[in-house]
């Protein structure tokens, strides 16, 4: 119930507050329908106009039955429905599927005849008895029939109307029967003329829906006895479409109870009340839509139960920097990794967008984070839930995008330094084509690790690491976004197995899978720099070694610098190519000086730490720290 709890407190934090241009929470008793035509009549029930909307997000009043209605017999909304359910004459005009008219008449009525009455539905009222919206809409060429007078199911030409376009094919086959209507009413001195957003009407709804609730009982949600309690739950979680249920309803029928309560109601096992569910739903439905991650089925949302801007779990280190200060410029953090300084100045930069949020968060304000994930179309699970207070998630998120953070090169436009997003990483370890199961299933590895400060899983880490050896089997831009997530990956998991990496070259460490990284740079600088000067575009050996280094770095390494003589003979031929293998030949003996005992001739695999001195040596090549700025420039694919 905890959940249910936090997101009633949420829509009662938020309700009337909602940010500028944001969506606005949908009152209780109330659903969401794509509409497809808008009927105008005035308040006397005369028709005027209609028009095709273009499956437009209609708030609407439901029932607590109708709104998940199923089945063959679905029970009808109170005053916006399908054109089966509001007219009358549907059946004159063929509608091959059953009426429920009575059933709609007879809701509208109770509430027309009641003291939360409208002369908006009153007017609708009206207007249905008339017999006459399906003779209505074929006049105003909204639907169509054909020379038998009968509503078409399918179009004979190929310039299909609209709403043939707008509703979905079943066995190809269109029933506009489907088409679902909402009103605009023309009251006089009463501008506001859609019923989806007059206030009155939704409040005097809600009054009549909450007088009709029989079933009461404890509400274990808010302690309350007596409380309405809510039979069915509440649906369209995800989207519009969503048939899946958090809370299943109660039907009497099948193996529902298997035993275990003689009734429905709910007062046996735990009861919720109705405008809690309500609430509660409305308010997930409402984060969802604005700030969840999804994947597939897959969503998983984080808020401030006070409706506060938190930071995005999911998101990387840069769209963490631009949500806090619009006015940071991450691409700087890019060029300090290039003069050495990348830890500090992204230090910086990160306790800056940590205090953005810090300033307007409470550190006892509750925060919560919810993961939700279906199996069936009809049945939904909370597959993460976790509460924290403001200042213990955010410590978390900080201390996430520290651990993991390294230099990132996601193409021309985007470089920064920080930690990559999940989906990044999922597609990091398992490539770009990777299935929604695989990846929904890693993201859900994954949550544990930024919100629990759990150690990102090894094989994990391992899969990342042996992609980014793998250089020739990427393009040259998802190597290079692969290798600074390797990186990123490492370095985190390493700090969570004490033991500190830093994100400049540390020319005094003297670990042999360090080293053995910061030799292979080396050798793919020196051949990188000769095909230049030959006007070559090709890989360089080390790049087509990569993944043979990594598994076997002292046979593969005595390829790679047997293939060096070429280059290195036509680098000493000219003057400013002897300067600059004069400088690289150097700094190789030096690293060789620098390996312990046997590591050097030493042929098992290389851990990911290759990759960190590979990546840290390059960078210090790159930007020009041993020859001349402008000797070294590799090549690029």
Known sequence: MAWIEKLHATYEACKGREPPGA????????TQQQA???????G??????AKIVQKE????PATEESAGRVGTKPPPHPLCDKVQYCASDYHQHGGTKPPFFKEYEALLFSWCNSNFRHPKAEAVLAYVRKGKVVADLVKEKLLHVGADGKLLTEWPGEDAPDIFRLLTAKEGKRDQGDAFIRWQVWLPNDPNTAVWTDAALQEAWIGFDAASKETKGLCMVTGESGAALALSHPKRIRHA??????????????YTFRGRFTDKDGQQACGV?????????????WLISRQAYRSGDQVIVSWAVAGKPIPDPFKDTLALILGSNKDAQPEDDAKAGLAGDAGQAFALRLKQAMRGYRANLDPTDDIVVMGLDSATPGRMAITYYRELKGSEFLDR??????QYAWTQDFGKNTKFVGAPAPRDIAEAAYGTRLDDKLRKATVERLLPCIIDGQAVPFDLVLSIARRAANRVGLDHWEWEKCLGIACALFRGYSKSQEKEYQMALEEERTTRDYLYGRLLALADSIEGYSLKQAGENRDTTAARLMQRFADRPFSTWRNIELALTPYKSRLRASEKGAGFLWKREKLLDEIQCRFQSDDFTSDRALSGEFLLGYHCQRATLLRGAEPAADDDQPITE
């Open 23 to 30: 969506a606005l929470l949908m009152p209780i008793s109330h």
């Open 36 to 42: 497809h035509i808008e009927i105008a009549i005035d």
């Open 44 to 49: 006397q029930g005369d028709f005027k106009s």
């Open 57 to 60: 997000e209609t708030v609407i």
């Open 241 to 254: 479409g969503d048939g899946a249920k958090l809370v299943s309803a109660n039907d009497d029928q099948g």
């Open 273 to 285: 009340g109705y405008a809690i569910t309500q609430k509660a739903h409305s308010a997930l439905r």
């Open 397 to 402: 998120i900080e201390r996430w995008h520290e």
